[in-house]
């Protein structure tokens, strides 16, 4: 085989490679849903990031804002049918805190929602979060 035409195979092999690469990469994208949410309250208090869906979990990322006081934020995955699967609190006083973890959803298909939850002064602010967004409720 000659220098010119091996040359041209390794960089067809290589285009097929990085072809498959990104394909795989989009499908990958494609199959894992992510959604945001964002909830705030009349004390300029707010929650906000994402939530991946993976067949049995969901993934959440997030960052709560408090400027004075404290407030705190409950996640829950729920079935189709209202059954809580997991929850998760966290609370953040006087500032800013980064979160993220991973829900339980151990049912097939996963987690039908998350309701996401904003806590302050006896007041609950949420929304409601499916694979397609999420709404305030």
Known sequence: MSKRIRAG?????AMLALTGAATNAHGAADAY???????SNRYNEVVSGNLVWY???VRVGGKLTVPTG???VKYSTWTEGGRKLDEQVREVCNGSRGHGF???A???GGAH???VDLRSAGIVNKDLCTRSGCESR
């Open 106 to 108: 151990d049912v097939a």
């Open 102 to 104: 991973t829900l339980d």
């Open 33 to 39: 849903p992510e959604t945001s949410y964002y909830v």
């Open 113 to 115: 929602h998350v309701w």
């Open 55 to 57: 067949n049995q979990s």
């Open 70 to 72: 404290c407030a705190s």
């Open 9 to 13: 195979a390794v960089a067809a092999g």
